[in-house]
């Protein structure tokens, strides 16, 4: 840790893993609830276009409203059953009121976005820098937990986030501003291209539009020199899991597996380890 803003490490560290639990326990909430979000706004437009009166019984879903509850008795969350990580434990991973088993991704999430927070604090430091990739770093997270449970990745994340990496490499601070312009395009038209050979050879679709714009986003904070990484990263890791799957949990092969939680997990470690990953290929080839 090279800046620490004058305090101990050890408290740095602490205070980031603090951190993590809490934007985890947040991310949580993203992840609920933007997927209703979406379509409650789909429902309602679709019912605008047809001329048709909005649903009288309609609730108002976004990040703040309603106040959280448990989707099966509609019993609200107490502030003490909302601790990250150790009210899941308290609660033996039941609903207080029902009894329903609660997911386990939600300790899961702040767990996974407390080591992700302590290690960019830890390797970047307290400073601009560390405060972007942890942007990018809970990004990804939620992008990883609304596509593994909803095969979706909504565009009101996906775009800020290329927007962003094109705004920060103005400074060239990950990569030049013409590296990453070109890394945006390239990684978009990348797997589009990809996208319409296999819907011409099979009539299907092989994934989705969002898959496109999250590549172009890593492309716009990375730089196109990342891309091929990010891509082969990726691809390797899906397969080996959608095989592992198919063999080990009888996973019916036609039923999709989403690409979003490989290119974001690839993503972040193109980040933090893409140049010293790329030296060592090359070196070892050299």
């Known amino acids: 840790m090279t800046e620490t803003m004058g305090l101990p490490p050890a408290l740095v560290i602490t205070i ?25 706004s789909w429902r309602k437009d679709s019912l605008d276009f047809l001329g048709m009166e909005p649903e009288a019984n309609a609730v108002k879903v976004n990040i703040v409203v309603p106040a959280s509850h448990c989707p099966k008795c509609g019993a609200e969350v107490k502030p003490w059953q909302n601790i990250p990580v150790i009210s899941y434990l308290f609660l033996k991973g039941k609903c207080a009121s029902c009894s329903t088993p609660i997911s386990l991704q939600y300790p899961l999430i702040e767990i996974v976005c407390a080591l992700l927070t302590t290690y960019v604090v830890f390797h970047f430091g307290v400073n601009t820098t560390g405060l972007l990739v942890l942007l990018f770093s809970w990004s990804l997270l939620a992008l990883t937990g609304i596509d593994f449970n909803e095969q979706l990745l909504p565009d009101n ?23 990453a312009v070109i890394g945006a395009t390239a990684g978009y038209l990348a797997l589009w291209g ?9 009539g299907k679709e092989g994934m989705g539009h969002g898959d496109f714009k999250l590549l172009a986003a890593l492309g716009a904070w990375m730089g196109w020199q990342q891309l091929l990484l990010i891509v082969l990263l990726s691809s390797l890791v899906g397969a080996i899991v959608g095989i592992a799957m198919m063999i ?11 690409f ?27």
Do not use: E
Request: proline share 5%; net charge positive; no cysteine.
């Open 248 to 258: 080990f949990m009888g996973r019916d092969k036609q039923i999709p597996i989403p």
């Open 16 to 40: 980031s893993a603090i951190l993590g639990l809490l934007i985890g326990s947040f991310l949580n909430v993203v992840i609920y609830r933007i997927p209703l979000q979406l379509s409650a």
């Open 157 to 179: 994340i996906t775009l800020p986030l290329l927007w962003l990496g094109l705004l920060v490499n103005t400074h060239n601070t990950f990569a030049s501003l013409n590296d």
């Open 260 to 286: 979003g939680p490989y290119l974001a997990a690839a993503g972040w470690i193109a980040l933090i380890w893409g140049d010293t990953l790329t030296s060592q290929y090359l070196a070892l080839y050299s």
């Open 194 to 202: 990809i996208f319409w050979v296999f819907k011409l050879l099979t």
